[in-house]
Each structure stands twice: as C-alpha cells, then as structure tokens.
C-alpha cells in the first residue's frame, strides 16, 4: 500500500518528547521480526537509534530487538507509538518536518527459500516519506460514506454462481480503523454485497493464526444478522516468520493445520492454501478430510492455468486423487492491460510518461516475471532513477498484473473451487478497464462453474486511502457480472 507508515495525523505530543503512531504499510498483519529498518529525521536532523522506541500494546522494544520478534503480531489495525526522546517536547498544534524510512520484508512471499538452515529471500517493502505534521492527540476523523445506493438486483436461481465478496477488498479502510469487524460488515450488508464472505485469516484475526472463541462469536452474530455465507478462508504461510531461518516442514504442517482447524470452527467449507508443496499436501490432506474441508491453491498473476509451477500441482493432484483439492482462479492471472490504478500510483512515485511507456511495454513481453522485473530495474538504473522510490512497485507491477489468455481457465474448470474476482476499477461505463468481465463470466458459465465469485478489490495497494470507496466499486462490479450473466441469458433464451 502506498499510504505508508505515517499519515497526518501520526505525530503525536508524548511526555518523553514527542511520538508517531505508525500504520502498517501492507494488507495483513505481519510479524514485528518483519521490520528490518526505521530511520527517523526531524526537522532535518537524523534521530540516534538510541533515541528510538517502539512501543506496540504498551510493550517497548529497541529498534534492535525487532528482528527477534518473530512471535509478537504487528495486528492490522494497531497503531503502534515510534517514540522519540527529545528536549524540549513538542508541544500541541506545533507543526515539524518528519522523514520517516522503513524497510519491511514480506514474511509468506518468498523469491527463494534460504540454503543450508539459512534464511530464505523475501520481496521487500520499502516506504520513505517526507511530511509536515502538526502535532495532535488523537486519530483522524474517517469521511462521510454515501448511503444513497440504488438496490442491488436481486439474484435469482438462474444465476450460474453466487457473488460475494473478500473482505481484503476494504484492507486500507479496515486498517486505518473506519471499521471495526462488526461496522465492515454492516456496511458490506447495507450497499446489499453478498451473501459470500471471504477473509484471509492473517487480515482480521486480532490473535492470528488463532480462531479466538470470542471472534467467533462476533462472526455468528454478524452472519445472523445479515444472512451471509461463509466462503472462503485465505490461509497465508509465513515461511520467513523468523529471520535467521526459514520455517521447517514440521512448523509449516503445524500453522496450516491450526490455520484449516480455525476455519472449520468458523464454518468455512473452503481453504485458500499458498503452498502446495507435495510432502505439505499428503500431509494436510488427511486433516482436511477429518474437517470434510476443500483446499484451492490460488492461481494468481503473474501464472496461469498452464505455467509450469501450475501443470506441477496439477500432477500431484492427479496422483492424490482427491475431491477436496482444486483451485482458486484469481482474475488478476488474465489481463488485457496495466491497471489505471497502478499507472497514476507509479505517477505519483516519480515515473514520466516515457518511463511509463517502458513499463507497460516491458509488462507485455512473454519474459518471465524474475526477467521483466530485472529489465525494468535496469532500465530505470540507466535513466538514473531509484528503484527504490517505486517501494514495492518494481516488483508488484509485475506478480501482481499477469497477461495469461483468459480461456485458459476452461483448461482447469471441474477443479476451480472458487474465484478471486479481481478488479481494479470501473469506468465510467461500468466496465474493468483492464480486465474483461464479459468473457469471463461466459467462459465460465459455458464451462459450467457453480461456486463463488468473490469480488476483490486490489486498488488499495495502489491508490491512496480515501481516494476511492472500494465497497462502491465493489457493488458496480457486482452489477457488472450479474448485467454479464443477465445478457448471457438473453442470448441463450433468444437462440
């Protein structure tokens, strides 16, 4: 997310001289050994690392014991206080320039896995900011929410497949604190999105990778009261948790099993599973069938149905034989184009139109992502501009936008289990500028696909918080694929 650990509201009057309340700059919650660097400049002067403290559920650390909190959860929506020792003290309604550098690393998105009991390479986060901030003693005021919103149409049994929703869609509103669980949920009710809800555990469980009674409770209580359905339940691994080692096949066997066991207790029929490592699988598989649960490996962009990572888990299914293993088919695997939203976010970084040229061309080569990210990297390191500005885009535009021909979903459709719907933006059309809706939805009801399409708004990680309201977008899409699938039927009845 580009919205970065710090916004207008961080700096904050403390009696040891002043702090920042930080936000975190990812989707889901992470682990503090996540953390590999925070610099501190004020008022152009660099702050000692001694002079730094991070104090999370009024627990401290140095800077320095970070990397060793590989058991402490960094939750979505805290806001952990970077305390700064300074005389005098920032007083009320004092405005100061802060810089503020942080470097991250992605715990469960692994480039390589480490050698010889070491760790593994992880994509990076990078954000670097520089703001005045006026000194305040409490949280920014979330906006206004349009409540004037048509009905949705109603969906009827000759719809092909249910609509619904994940909740990452809301991540950076979630994250900032406009919702809480209940009040996301509500809102998700009042714009009448439904009745499929998806989360990923990570995201919204304050005590991950645990089910806590008392969130379940909170869950029953909001699925009564709007008549949702439980759909998917999005199980991240975080290989990289500790930072001197990858996780062994004991510990990623534990998590998942804990992971599928919260899931059951939430009523989910339905695993997104990350890793599909073959020993893994055989050993999870009888778990998920004593939980009578079904596990979909997610197919996400840059791959497709037929890379050849894919083909492999493919084989393995083949050879377990099992009605519990599928797929989730995630749209962001077959785009026509770049992402407006993508393309104002890298604007907005640094990037000139010419750069910009270059990127979208680079992105339409049949390279592999590792190369097209390392030619971009190259390129933008002959023109003299830092990669580093980018953040995590220089990777991200590239795993996260895949150009995969979208029948290619026909190849794998008795196995997709459910469906990511990916989406960007609407136009002013009502379509996905970068995604074609309209033949996805036919491929897919002429395959004969019968589960979930769950809408899932991924601007966040691009677009400023506030800048657009997702839970809108994510209505007009939903109106989009039922306008698809009303056409669709049109045209059948009419032959």
Same mark, same amino acid.
């Given at each position: 997310m580009?919205n970065?650990?710090i916004d207008d509201?961080?700096? %904050?009057?403390?009696p040891e ?8 700059p990812?989707?889901?919650?992470l682990?503090?050994?996540s953390?590999?660097t925070?610099r ?7 702050? &000692? =690392?001694?002079?730094l /403290? ?5 627990v401290r650390?140095? $800077? ?8 402490v959860?960094?939750y979505l929506?805290?806001?952990?206080l $970077? ?7 920032v ?6 320039e ?5 470097? $991250?690393r992605l715990?469960?998105m692994?480039?390589?896995p480490?050698?010889d @009991?070491?760790p593994? #390479?992880?994509?990076p986060?990078i954000v670097?900011?520089r703001l005045a ?6 949280d /920014?005021?979330?906006p206004?929410?349009?409540?004037d919103v048509p009905?949705?149409?109603?969906a009827t049994?000759?719809?092909? +497949? ?6 990452y869609s809301?991540?950076a509103?979630f994250?900032?604190?406009w +919702?809480d669980?209940?009040?996301l $949920?509500d %809102?998700v ?10 989360i ?6 304050p005590t ?5 009674d008392?969130?379940?409770t909170?869950?029953? =209580?909001?699925?009564?009261?709007? @008549? !949702?359905?439980a759909s998917?339940?999005g ?8 930072r001197?080692r990858?996780?062994?096949p ?6 998942s099993?804990l992971?599928f ?15 599909a490592?073959?020993?893994l699988?055989r050993r ?6 004593d ?7 997610e197919?996400?962009?840059p791959m497709?149905p037929?890379?050849p ?11 377990l ?7 989730v /088919?995630? !749209?962001s695997?077959?785009m026509h184009?770049?992402? &407006?939203? #993508? #393309? ?6 640094g ?7 270059? #990127?979208?061309?680079?992105w339409?080569?049949?390279a592999?992502?590792?190369?097209r990210?390392e030619e +971009? ?7 003299g501009?830092?990669?580093g ?5 220089a990777?991200?535009?590239?795993n996260?936008? @895949? ?11 008795p196995?997709?289990?459910h469906?990511?719907?990916?989406f ?7 379509q996905?500028p970068?995604?074609d809706y ?5 491929? +897919?009801?002429?395959g @004969?696909?019968r589960?979930?399409w769950?809408?899932?708004?991924e601007?966040h990680?691009?677009a400023?918080?506030g ?7 994510v209505?007009?899409q ?10 669709l039927?049109a ?5």
């Amino acid at each position: 997310m580009p919205n970065g650990l710090i916004d207008d509201a961080s700096l %904050r009057v403390h009696p040891e001289g002043f702090a920042l309340a930080l936000t975190i700059p990812w989707y889901r919650s992470l682990w503090l050994s996540s953390v590999t660097t925070l610099r501190l400049t004020f008022d152009g002067a660099e702050v &000692p =690392e001694e002079d730094l /403290a991070f104090e999370l559920d009024g627990v401290r650390f140095r $800077l320095a014991d970070l990397p060793q909190q590989s058991d402490v959860l960094w939750y979505l929506q805290s806001h952990p206080l $970077l305390i700064v020792r300074r005389a005098p003290a920032v007083e009320l309604g004092e405005t100061h320039e802060v810089e503020l550098h942080g470097e $991250l690393r992605l715990p469960y998105m692994q480039i390589r896995p480490g050698e010889d @009991g070491g760790p593994g #390479l992880y994509v990076p986060n990078i954000v670097h900011q520089r703001l005045a901030l006026t000194a305040t003693d409490h949280d /920014a005021e979330p906006p206004v929410l349009v409540t004037d919103v048509p009905p949705a149409p109603e969906a009827t049994d000759a719809d092909p +497949f249910k609509l619904g929703l994940t909740l990452y869609s809301a991540s950076a509103e979630f994250r900032a604190g406009w +919702f809480d669980f209940d009040g996301l $949920l509500d %809102r998700v009710a009042e714009l009448g999105i439904g009745p499929g809800i998806e989360i990923v555990a990570s995201q919204v469980l304050p005590t991950y990778p645990v089910v806590s009674d008392e969130f379940v409770t909170t869950w029953r =209580e909001a699925f009564d009261r709007h @008549g !949702f359905d439980a759909s998917s339940f999005g199980a991240n691994l975080d290989m990289g948790k500790r930072r001197d080692r990858d996780m062994t096949p004991d510990e990623e066997f534990e998590v998942s099993e804990l992971l599928f066991r919260g899931a059951k207790k939430l009523g989910f029929p339905l695993v997104r599973i990350q890793s599909a490592k073959p020993e893994l699988l055989r050993r999870l598989l009888p778990v998920a069938e004593d939980l009578d649960l079904k596990l979909a490996y997610e197919i996400h962009a840059p791959m497709g149905p037929n890379a050849p990572e894919i083909v492999k888990v493919r084989d393995l299914y083949a050879e377990l034989d099992s009605p519990l293993l599928g797929f989730v /088919a995630d !749209f962001s695997s077959t785009m026509h184009s770049m992402s &407006p939203t #993508l #393309l104002r976010a890298v604007r907005r970084a640094g990037l000139g139109d010419e750069e910009v040229q270059r #990127l979208q061309e680079i992105w339409g080569t049949e390279a592999s992502m590792r190369e097209r990210q390392e030619e +971009f990297i190259g390129y933008l390191n002959s023109r003299g501009f830092d990669p580093g500005r980018l953040g995590s885009f220089a990777h991200l535009a590239f795993n996260m936008h @895949g150009h995969v021909d979208p029948h290619e979903w026909a190849d794998i459709m008795p196995q997709i289990l459910h469906v990511h719907a990916k989406f960007y933006d609407i136009d002013d059309n009502g379509q996905e500028p970068a995604i074609d809706y309209p033949e996805l939805v036919r491929i +897919f009801v002429e395959g @004969g696909y019968r589960g979930y399409w769950s809408s899932e708004w991924e601007g966040h990680a691009f677009a400023e918080l506030g800048e657009v309201d997702p839970l809108l977008l994510v209505r007009k899409q939903h109106d989009l694929i039922r306008a698809s699938m009303r056409s669709l039927q049109a045209a059948s009845a009419a032959r």
